[in-house]
């Protein structure tokens, strides 16, 4: 027997050092994966000891490790010792427990200074989504005309009520974004009312989203598409937290809708004028009515919930206004821009003695004529003018400006550069002037030569903003600048300035091109009626045709000014010849 007593014994020892082994392992590993035990060993293999509470940490609870030896049952082979779960086969190899996941908001990572709001959307901003989402869907039609004027008045005015009194600023980009709208019933160019739409949508967004810095203006030109887009949850939360809308609101809009038809129709049968004005009203509805009624409507309530939003919880983008220092050193952007400046010294050199010289120093040097030497350089200088622009900015953005050497230098460099690069808008302008003298204004020499003077503020803010090396206020004068420079354009109607000149001109020269003049929209109709004929027949043969609106949103007045133009003249079929060459 006492053999086989040290045999038991022997064998519990072995079981007790096996058991401490896989305790101290498990410690080890819990230790490892950051999980602080709240009970006791014993416990955690299913056997709580008596006495302790659950709360209670291991090292409290076993003081003696050899004090619970005795009450641990030895292992067998019908009562298997507790092990740790094992994973299933369906999940995989088990893996170590790594650093815990923080799980934050949609969006936050990627812009932490934009933050979402806290609460749902309040009952205001529903009234202001539904409110332009109707007017989208009702007052905007398929063409140019006043109802995009009177869909973005209301869309507008509902934001309004929501934000409140508007800051100046805001209040300038509104503005400016409805007169863009009133472009699609003041103007009839085709080309005007899709560019004018797309400045009135980027103009909305900077009055909301607001914008400083040039990160900052890039997100403001399309923050109202993307706040749009994240007040699509913030709504959803907002009516989630209302519980159920209820069946009496559908019964009080079907009650009305029942009551509208019956008296309307009973109305409309009684006089015939009531009828026809309610029959002006209310469009012939198709298919293809419905899917752009929800477009737009969908639209125009997504915009103003997304403006909203940007009020509820408006971006912190511009926190970093303060740019990091630059790392481009003198040595380093000296030489390029040292022989930029050279280059441009001489070439502003060569065109002194162009401005001076005239047309028989040009036909003396290059062999052509004026006109043509004007047309050959124009869009060159026109690249010249805006890569330079470019330049300057990528100098003065990384240039290190620490020591006053170095701010001498980065001034000296870059404004003589851009004293250059003026003489050099000069020069363009003068080319297009010369150019437009041979052969006349067109929309396209219009809008460049616009261009070119815009370009000429730019680079007199940018002269400016070099003087004290800072410019803050720099990147948003620019786009204030250019928003005023277009507007200004599509409001001076470029087709009737462009109409009118080539009318004059061809009084006093008897040259014009009727092929070209034939093309313009009715902006130019009102100048080209002063045509005698057979010009003014080949100038308003297709203007005698062309659509006029049938419904009272479409009503533009251009076209209405251009109807009461031709029915003052006559337009017969005439052949056509132009004054001149298709080499222009």
């Known amino acids: 027997m006492k053999p086989a007593a040290e045999k038991a014994a022997g064998k519990g020892a072995q079981e007790a050092v096996e058991n401490a082994a896989d305790e101290a392992a498990r410690e080890a590993a819990d230790k490892a994966a950051g999980v602080k035990p709240a009970v006791s060993a014993g416990s955690r293999r299913g056997t709580p000891e008596p006495g302790t509470p659950a709360t209670q940490p291991a090292q409290q609870v076993r003081q003696d490790p050899s004090a619970d030896e005795p009450q641990r049952k030895p292992a067998s082979k019908a009562e298997p010792a507790a092990t740790l779960p094992q994973p299933s086969p369906w999940q995989g190899p ?11 908001a949609p969006g936050v990572p990627f812009m932490p200074w934009w933050k979402p709001p806290t609460t749902g959307a309040p009952a205001q901003v529903l009234v202001v989504g539904l409110v332009a989402g109707l007017a989208g869907a009702f007052l905007v039609p398929p063409a140019n005309g006043i109802g995009w004027f009177l869909a973005g008045l209301c869309a507008v005015g509902a934001v309004l009520f929501f934000a409140g009194r508007p800051t100046v600023e805001r209040a300038l980009w509104l503005a400016a974004a409805l007169a863009f709208l009133a472009m699609g019933f003041l103007r009839a160019a085709e080309w005007v009312f899709p560019l004018s739409v797309l400045a009135s949508m980027v103009c909305g967004s900077l009055a909301m989203a607001g914008g400083k810095t040039v990160k900052g203006l890039v997100f403001g030109g399309v923050g109202l598409g993307l706040a749009a887009l994240r007040s699509i949850p913030w ?45 002006g009203l209310v469009p012939d509805l198709e298919v293809g009515v419905y899917v752009r009624m929800g477009f737009f409507g969908v639209v125009a309530a997504l915009g103003a919930l997304g403006a909203c939003y940007l009020v509820v919880a408006p971006p912190a983008i511009n926190e970093d206004a303060e740019a990091k220092p630059g790392t481009l050193r003198l040595k380093d952007y000296g030489l390029p821009v040292g022989v930029l400046v050279v280059l441009f010294t001489g070439f502003v050199g060569t065109q002194l003695a162009v401005l001076f010289g005239g047309e028989a120093y040009v036909m003396k040097t290059a062999g052509v004529t ?64 010369f150019y437009q003298q041979a052969y006349g204004w067109t929309v396209l020499r219009l809008l460049v ?16 903003g070099g ?8 990147p948003k004068a620019i786009v204030a600048t250019g ?50 004929e057979p010009q003014r027949s080949c100038a308003l043969r297709w203007l005698k045709d062309r659509y006029f609106e049938q419904d009272w949103r479409e009503f533009n007045l251009a076209r209405y000014n251009a109807r009461k133009s031709l029915e003052s003249v006559a337009v017969t079929e005439v052949t056509c010849e132009s004054s001149y060459s298709a080499e222009r």
């Open 483 to 532: 928003t005023a420079a277009f507007l200004a354009v599509v409001v001076m109607n470029p087709e009737r300035v462009v109409a009118d000149y080539n009318v004059s001109r061809f009084e006093a020269t008897q040259k014009i091109d009727v092929e070209y003049l034939s093309g313009l929209s009715e902006d130019a109709a009102p100048a080209l009626v002063r045509l005698p």
């Open 449 to 464: 030569a616009s261009c070119e003077v815009w370009l000429a503020v730019v680079y007199v803010m940018v002269i400016a």
């Open 235 to 279: 709504v959803a939360k907002g009516l989630s937290r209302r519980g159920p809308i209820g069946i009496r609101p559908f019964v009080s809009v079907g009650v009305a809708g029942v009551l509208l038809v019956v008296f309307g129709s009973l109305l409309a049968g009684a006089d015939k004028g009531f009828n026809d004005f309610l029959e």
């Open 370 to 433: 004026f006109a043509e030497y004007a047309r050959s350089g124009f869009w060159q200088l026109l690249w010249v003018t805006i890569l330079t622009l470019g330049v300057i900015a990528g100098v003065a953005r990384f240039a290190v400006k620490k020591t006053a050497r170095e701010q001498l230098w980065l001034r000296v460099l870059l404004g003589s550069l851009a004293v250059l690069t003026l003489v050099i808008v000069a020069s363009a302008l003068s080319r297009m002037w």
């Open 94 to 104: 088990a893996r170590h427990p790594g650093p815990a996941v923080v799980v934050t």
């Open 467 to 474: 003087i004290t090396l800072r410019a803050n206020w720099l």
